[in-house]
């Protein structure tokens, strides 16, 4: 992201959605986290994406790090962080530390941020290491359609020593966690689809006309007007699944059925958000793939951001056929 836009999320709050309380932030609840990164995907799914993954990194070191790693890491509230639960690194305990050599791949806002939170393995076991940016080396292998803006890079340590408070042994992510993480994902797709969703109204309120046809005006036409309402149908129903899931996911008594159901709903509503600006385009037509064209943007951003593995289809599917059977 431009500087610009990191001042932009820092002066909104949004890097702090979900800094603890004790430490300045908002320690925000997944409803208002959700309507949030709606509200920034809206303008700038890239934006939304990184303040969505800032937010499940501060909270995966809120409620995994001992005291002092989080006295460090939230000295500033509103400080950029990243991450990755994927362990593709490794740590040997030594006397000053843990040495840490790993490579992570699609780190989202790592270019920006200025604390990683990764995952490693140590002897055996899952664990997650507090390492400050200006420590990790930076890959730029990020060369997507969409979400460009993620800046989703790959970290790099090669034997750096991390202090031993900063390296905590963890459990991976559990269900309820990973609900609320896909939620930070999800949010963003919900906010670029009714982004795209306002392009194309303003097309509608344009002198802009359905090509070849007799019609003055899109909104002249029933079927263009037909279309439209089912793209808009289809982003509504992704936003309040979306809140939905953020409300349903603070329940105590989640059964492992209800979780799968949840996650069947997180890809359902990412599939939607895809299918309206697909739809949204077949009516604006290829101007809308123009560059120059927000259309095309928010798009690309769907395209890739849709298709993170939070939102596979196929998994979700096999999830709850495993819980649906007794």
């Not at 390492?131 to 993620?150: F, K, Q, S, V, Y």
Request: aromatic content about 6%; some cysteine; glycine content about 10%.
């Amino acid at each position: 992201m431009t500087e610009a836009s990191v001042t932009a999320l820092r002066d909104s709050g949004s890097s702090a959605l979900r800094t603890p309380v004790e430490y300045g932030g908002q320690w925000a609840d997944a409803p208002a986290v959700t309507r949030r990164l709606t509200e920034l995907g809206r303008v700038c799914p890239s934006a939304a994406w990184i303040a969505g993954t800032c937010a499940t990194s501060k909270t995966m070191v809120a409620l995994r790090h001992g005291t002092l790693a989080r006295e460090e890491f939230f000295a500033d509230p509103e400080a950029l962080a990243c991450g990755s639960g994927l362990p593709t690194g490794r740590g040997t305990h030594e006397a000053d530390g843990v040495r840490v050599t790993g490579r992570w791949d699609n780190v989202s806002g790592c270019e920006s941020a200025e604390w990683a939170n990764v995952s490693l393995m140590v002897d055996g076991a899952y664990h997650l290491a507090v390492i400050p940016l200006a420590d990790l080396a930076i890959e730029r292998n990020w060369h997507m359609a969409g979400m460009r803006g993620t800046g989703s890079q790959r970290l790099v340590a090669d034997g750096l020593l991390v202090p031993a408070h900063r390296v905590a042994r963890s459990d991976p992510p559990q269900p309820r966690e990973q609900l609320f993480f896909g939620l930070c994902l999800l949010a963003p797709l919900v906010g670029a689809a009714q982004g795209a969703l306002d392009a194309v109204r303003d097309m509608f309120r344009s002198d802009r006309r359905p090509f070849m046809t007799s019609y003055p005006r899109m909104g002249d036409s029933p079927g263009a007007r037909h279309w439209l309402a089912d793209a808009s149908s289809l982003v509504d129903r992704a936003g309040r699944t979306a809140l939905t899931i953020a409300r349903d996911s603070a329940r105590d008594d989640l059964s492992a059925l209800d979780l799968a159901h949840l996650r069947a709903s997180t890809a359902g509503a990412a599939k939607d958000c895809r299918d309206a600006v697909d739809l949204m385009l077949d009516l604006h037509g290829a101007g809308g793939l123009r560059e120059t064209n927000s259309l095309q943007r928010y798009w690309r951003d769907l395209a890739v951001g849709s298709r993170h593995p939070v939102f596979s289809g196929y998994l979700a599917a096999e999830s709850l056929g495993t819980a649906l059977i007794p």
